[in-house]
Each structure stands twice: as structure tokens, then as C-alpha cells.
């Protein structure tokens, strides 16, 4: 799974839509009809007024032809091959598709206007195109390329630049809630209060258990200016605080860690801790309804689920903690977060990356 912080996804081209396809119909004619035949008039010294509009309405709907049916044809590769990400495949597609259609599309015409106008052949008239026909159609071909091409790169271009600086605002954005979520005074407050009562009851603990908090809060600013982090080194950190939580929470909370603890698998530092954290703020979590936190791995996939047991009132809940996840993955890679919910159980399913 690739990463897609330097890919990200612009906006495809607009689709023609009837209200788009007239006013440009009426352009094309107006500009290819009525200007190529007023420009071919002037080269003679006569010109008929049933010649002249023949010629415009041949030029006009010729015009529709090639350059309407192009710019479909680019509209529709620029949703099958990105700009960004297949500059090169995309720009061959668009020049062999463009010619491809433009010569038998200008053949065909031509061939059918010769029949239904002047009653000739159609198989004749077909043949009978010469090389300077040819040649024009290649110009023409060569001046719709640059326009329709050029256009729509530019455009994709433009989009993935505003694209990926809206995706690095979102990402700083939710790093900043991240580290602000992870520093929670409510979190503090109840780890002092375990603390204050482990003082007393269980010193060795209490040394374990300030360890813990200490290692947790360094892994907190070690990893506030990086993007992602190795699993193994994010689930060091989910060590530390399962077993602030445990101390609190006792055998009321219950959770299966079967995360393999891969270096090449990477995370968006402190998400595994967030997820948890979540499941314990928005379900009952007792000694008749213990909250069971599973975390694994499925395909691509690793996979955080809780049983279902939801609180009637969540105190001290912004509702940032998966909208911050998934901004950070939508900068982080092209797959996204997944979040899933039946009657019985929550889960959220983050894509297993690698660089």
C-alpha cells in the first residue's frame, strides 16, 4: 500500500452535461462553422450564398465532431488515469486516443457528408480522401492535443497542489488536537488520583506505575513533529498506557493485543492509544458489563474493536478523536479509515502501510 502524501487526489474534469455540450455546440459552430467558411470565402472572388452556408454548416458540425468527441474522450481517461499519478501513461493515452478518433471520426464525416450532400458512394468517398485531407487532420489533431491536454493537466495540476496544501493544514491541524488530546487535564487527573491511592497501598507499583506515565507522556513529545512511526514502537507506547488504564480499571477491562510488532508496518503516531482510549470514554466499563478491546491484524488491515456497551452521558468528549484520525490518514495514505458498527460490537479498521 503506497503512501500518498505526494499523490494527492485533484478533482476529475467537469463530465459534459446536456446544458454544457449545447453552449459549447453553439460556440464550435458559431467559431468553426461561420469563421473557417468566412475565412474560405476570402480566398475567392466568388462565393454563393448557398455555397457559403454549406460550407459553414459542414465546417460548424465537423467542428462538434472532433472537438466535442476529444473532450469527452479526455474526460473520460482523466477518470481512469490520473494527471499526478500517471503523468506519463496519461499524456500517451490522451495523444494515440485523440489522433485514433480524430482521423476516423474526420474520415467518416467526411465520407457521409459527400453521400447525404452530393449522393455519392459512401465506400468511394471514403477512399477517396487524399493526403492533404490527411495532412490538415493531423494539424488539427495537433492543436485539439495541446489545447484539451494542456488544459486538463494544468488544471489537475493546479488541484493537486491546492489539494495537498489543504491535506498538510488538516494533518498539522490534527497533530496539534493530538498532542493537546494526549496532554487531557481529565487524564492527568485520574492517573494523580490511581497514583495518590498507590502511594500508600503498593510502593513498587506506584514506581511502575510513574515509569509508565512518564514513559508514555516522552513518547507523546518524542513523536509530535513526525507523521508516522513504526507499529512496533507505537505499541511500546499502547503498552504503557493499557497498564495506566489496567490499574485503574482492574479486570473490568480486558484487552487482546495480537498485533504483530512490525518495523515496516507504519502508524500515525499515538492513533492505537486514541482508539482505546475512546472505547474506554464511550462504553460502560464495570464489573458486570467488562468492556473487551480487541486489536489485530486482517490482510491490510489493523483492525481495533470493542463490545458494544454505550454509555447514556460521555463527559469530557470533544468528538474530534476519529475525524483527527482519519484527516491524518487521508494525508497519510489513499486508503481510508474504515469504521464499522453492528448491535453488538465497534470497530475501527486502519490501513497497514508501508514506505
Known amino acids: 500500500m503506497s503512501n500518498k502524501a505526494s499523490y494527492p487526489q485533484p478533482a476529475a474534469d467537469s463530465p459534459y452535461t446536456l ?32 455555397e457559403f452556408m454549406r460550407e459553414a454548416t459542414f465546417q460548424g ?27 506519463r501513461k496519461r499524456f500517451i493515452l490522451g495523444v494515440f486516443g485523440t489522433l485514433i478518433y480524430t482521423v476516423c471520426a474526420a474520415s467518416l464525416f467526411i465520407a457521409t457528408w459527400r453521400t447525404v450532400v452530393y449522393g455519392r458512394g459512401f465506400w468511394e468517398s471514403l477512399v477517396s480522401i487524399d493526403g492533404i485531407f490527411q495532412s490538415s487532420i493531423l494539424v488539427i489533431t495537433l492543436v485539439i492535443t495541446l489545447f484539451l491536454h494542456g488544459q486538463s493537466f494544468l488544471r489537475h495540476w493546479k488541484a493537486s497542489l491546492v489539494e495537498a496544501e489543504r491535506l498538510k493544514r488538516e494533518n498539522l491541524s490534527a497533530r496539534f488536537e493530538t498532542l493537546k488530546n494526549q496532554v487531557n487535564p481529565h487524564f492527568l487527573f485520574n492517573s494523580f488520583n490511581v497514583l495518590s ?5 503498593d ?29 512496533s514502537t507505537e505499541l511500546d507506547a499502547l503498552d504503557s ?40 470514554k464511550h ?13 489485530f491484524q486482517q490482510d491490510d488491515w489493523i483492525v481495533i474493536e470493542n463490545n458494544l ?9 470533544a468528538g ?3 475525524p483527527n484520525i482519519q484527516a491524518r490518514y487521508q494525508y497519510l495514505t489513499d486508503q481510508a479509515v474504515q469504521v464499522e458498527e453492528d448491535l453488538e460490537h465497534f470497530r475501527v479498521k486502519l490501513p497497514a502501510f508501508t514506505y
Open 203 to 231: 510502593q513498587d507499583m506506584a514506581a511502575k506505575f510513574i515509569k509508565k506515565l512518564s514513559d508514555l507522556y516522552r513518547y507523546v513529545l518524542e513523536t509530535k513533529d513526525l507523521e508516522t512511526v513504526s507499529l
Open 309 to 317: 456497551q454505550r454509555k447514556n452521558n460521555v463527559t469530557h468528549s
Open 283 to 295: 462504553n460502560v466499563v464495570s464489573k458486570a458489563k467488562p468492556l473487551e478491546v480487541s486489536l
Open 19 to 50: 446544458k454544457r455540450a449545447l453552449r459549447e455546440a453553439v460556440i464550435l459552430f458559431l467559431a468553426g462553422g461561420l469563421g473557417m467558411s468566412t475565412l474560405g470565402a476570402m480566398w475567392h472572388d466568388y462565393v454563393s450564398i448557398g
Open 241 to 280: 498506557f493499557i497498564f495506566l488504564s489496567k490499574i485503574r480499571f482492574g479486570e473490568n477491562l480486558i484487552v487482546h493485543n495480537e498485533l504483530p510488532r512490525a518495523e515496516q508496518i507504519r502508524v500515525a503516531p499515538l492513533t492505537l492509544q486514541m482508539l482505546v482510549e475512546n472505547a474506554i
Open 61 to 87: 458540425i465537423f467542428w462538434i465532431v472532433l472537438w466535442m468527441g476529444n473532450g469527452m474522450l479526455n474526460t473520460w481517461l482523466s477518470t481512469k488515469f490520473d494527471w499526478v499519478k500517471h503523468t
Open 197 to 201: 491511592t498507590l502511594v500508600y497501598k
Open 320 to 322: 474530534i478523536g476519529l
